[in-house]
T-cell receptor
């Protein structure tokens, strides 16, 4: 079945710095979604990307879908402590969302 | 507009007992999903239900686990004869359209088997 790999697994960021996390799939995707899960919390939907090369912004977050629709990235600028959590990019295919291990983001104040 | 509700939030069961987890989807949502999450891991799909129908249960263990979404009332995930390995967070999600649309997650039920 389809699988997604997220890199890096862990991201230690100094407050105020930028960082990017990546999702890579071995197959072409019809769409990709991004979720954030705070420590001890539940996943919260952030965005869905559908079109090849699509770029969407939410304040300090920029999401991109690759031209070949096999990868996606999330770029966060001026990281804040509220950005702490695990970011997932599950693949939506068939009847389910297939989650990878996510990128766990830790922010150093 | 209440979100997805799950109860109980925490559940402790001894080995061999039964665990019943409840999920009320968001108002207007007829698609319900159950996921299991072990510590430090991603979520694993278990089952997808619509009212009175199981659409996809490919992620459900073959034995001891069952799910339902009756015409009236919440969706129930039932685990019979729990074992220590069942200890995990169980999340329910709902959506207004099918599984390819955005899903809204509940706060989860943390099951601990002693």
């Amino acid at each position: 079945g389809q699988q997604v790999m997220q890199i890096p697994q862990y991201q230690h960021v100094q407050e105020g710095e930028d960082f990017t996390t990546y999702c890579n799939s071995s197959t072409t995707l019809s769409n990709i979604q991004w979720y954030k899960q705070r420590p001890g919390g539940h996943p919260v939907f952030l965005i869905q990307l559908v079109k090849s090369g699509e770029v969407k912004k939410q304040k300090r977050l920029t999401f991109q879908f690759g031209e070949a629709k096999k990868n996606s990235s999330l770029h966060i600028t001026a990281t804040q402590t509220t950005d702490v959590g695990t970011y997932f990019c599950p693949i939506a295919a068939g009847n389910k969302l297939t989650f990878g291990g996510g990128t766990r983001v830790l922010v150093k104040p | 507009n209440a979100g997805v509700m799950q109860n109980p939030r925490h559940l402790v069961r001894r080995r061999g007992q039964e665990a019943r987890l409840r999920c009320s989807p968001m108002k207007g949502h007829s698609h319900v999903y159950w996921y299991r999450q072990l510590p430090e891991e991603g979520l694993k799909f278990m089952v997808y239900l619509q009212k009175e129908n199981i659409i996809d249960e490919s992620g459900m263990p073959k034995e001891r686990f069952s799910a339902e979404f009756p015409k009236e009332g919440p969706s129930i995930l039932r685990i019979q004869q729990v074992v220590r390995g069942d200890s995990a967070a169980y999340f329910c999600a709902s959506s207004s359209a099918g599984p390819l649309s955005e899903q809204y997650f509940g706060p989860g039920t943390r099951l601990t088997v002693t």
